[in-house]
């Protein structure tokens, strides 16, 4: 069968998924080869798949913790301005180092995070077919929908539409460092000039983990996107220490603000403050971004790890208070768990708007957020069961779509991967390294 390079962002929340979804393409008899920075190397190798290393001038071992560290210092518009300039600075080294390694590796074709900027361009010029694939929620060109960044609901009238307009342009502005630095490698291969911004998307087969099911309703669906479900591989997850034994038999309230963006005390210590004030067992989960030393002393002493067994306590939990990143809400839907989401930044203000939308839970905002706000969200999605009954209702829209064995199965059939038997049509090209 086929040989199929994949090229992702390099941070937990786009790795875990994306080897979910090579482990599905192996399952259906096809060669998977990682190619990325050297941080993300043992997780690549430990899940089993195979890792070809590039960007080990630009980002050496250790390099991606201390971005995560300044990302977790920011909020709102500054996470995502960081988030392009990162971005930028990964498909300078994309364009550079990925050309000579894939063409070595002798792949079929590529898939791409929709959040790598480079890859495309490089599969382009390797003259390889590729597939973008998206863990958050798809970007759609389409003044129908508000751009994934805002956390607006949607509506389909003229004020809405202008509304999102505005967004998409403002976004797309900020955006621009990211296609100019492409164009000009595209310039120099002798590619077509990106025109549009969604032109930077595979125009064979795009692919959201987003279910379906919760998508906007009456939104735009183009024809080259595919809706999925959730990528998991849980067999694969490394065993995390949890102390059980101080559950006691409270509700339990599961807090996590994800691994990137999760550096504020302050927004633990005011959730924890909110939920003193209830007669429920708070768990919060660190994500790495800091030390469990300086909360040994928060409002109903709560229990604080710096990571978590998250699908154990999901299974337990009566509310979850997230930063509605994409894979946490997912995980969450999965049990049934009704949220109470309070997004940072990128991509979670859309899919918080999302959760809002199916009255699977409400939103905080970050900026205003307060103790008296988070006990009154949690205390309301406790008592009111139609936030439990839509989050379920969910759950069982989703419960038999295996999102990653999916879209292994779409990408088989729109990028014919049956036709290839470890193709050889790149090993003979010669790479032009840009300068």
Not at 242 to 248: A, E, I, K, R
Not at 403 to 408: E, Q, R, Y
Request: glycine share 10%; charged share 25%.
């Amino acid at each position: 069968m086929a040989r199929i390079g994949v090229i992702c962002f390099p941070g937990i929340g786009h790795l875990n998924p994306f080897t979910a979804l090579g482990h599905a393409l192996q399952e259906r008899g096809h060669e998977v080869i990682f190619f990325g920075i050297a941080d993300v190397e043992s997780r690549v190798r430990a899940s089993g798949l195979e890792f070809s290393l590039i960007g080990s001038q630009d980002y050496p071992l250790g390099t991606l913790r201390k971005l995560d560290e300044r990302l977790g210092q920011l909020r709102g518009l500054g996470v995502f301005r960081f988030t392009v300039e990162r971005v930028k600075n990964t498909a300078v080294m994309v364009l550079r180092d990925a050309p000579e390694v894939i063409r070595k590796a002798d792949v079929d074709a590529m898939v791409i995070d929709q959040a790598e900027m480079g890859g495309g361009s490089v599969s382009d010029y390797l003259g390889l077919p590729f597939a973008s694939v998206s863990i958050l929620p798809p970007f759609i060109r389409d003044n129908r929908v508000p751009p994934f960044f805002f956390g607006w609901p949607a509506r389909y009238d003229l004020l809405g539409r202008i509304r999102n307009e505005f967004g998409i342009r403002l976004l797309s502005g900020i955006a621009s460092p990211l296609y100019r630095v492409t164009n000009r490698q595209r310039q120099a291969w002798g590619l077509k000039r990106f025109e549009r911004k969604e032109e930077a998307l595979s125009q064979i087969v795009q692919i959201t983990q987003l279910p379906l099911a919760l998508e906007f309703e009456d939104g735009p669906r183009p024809a080259v996107l595919h809706y999925t479900g959730p990528f998991r591989f849980d067999k694969k997850r490394p065993p995390v220490d949890f102390p059980w034994n101080l559950l006691d038999g409270r509700p339990l309230i599961y807090a996590s603000l994800g691994t990137l963006q999760n550096g504020s005390k302050e927004a633990f210590e005011i959730i924890a403050s909110g939920c003193a004030k209830l007669d429920v067992q708070l768990v919060i989960s660190l994500g790495g971004g800091l030390s469990g030393d300086g909360f040994q002393n928060l409002p109903g002493r709560p229990i604080v790890v710096e990571f978590a067994p998250q699908l154990e306590l999901l299974k337990r939990a009566s509310v979850v208070i997230t930063h509605a990143g994409l894979n946490t809400v997912l995980e969450s839907i999965a049990e049934g768990k009704p949220m109470v989401a309070i997004p940072i930044g990128n991509d979670q203000p859309g899919v918080a708007a999302r959760v809002a939308a199916k009255g699977a839970g409400i939103v905080l905002s970050r900026r205003t957020l307060t103790s008296a706000k988070v006990e009154n969200a949690v205390r309301t999605v406790l008592q009111d069961d139609s936030y439990r009954q839509a989050a379920c209702a969910i759950r069982e829209q989703i419960r038999q779509i295996d999102g990653a064995a999916l879209a292994a199965a779409i990408l088989e059939e729109k990028l014919a991967l049956g036709q290839f038997d470890h193709a050889s049509q790149v090993k003979s090209k010669e790479v032009i390294r840009p300068k």
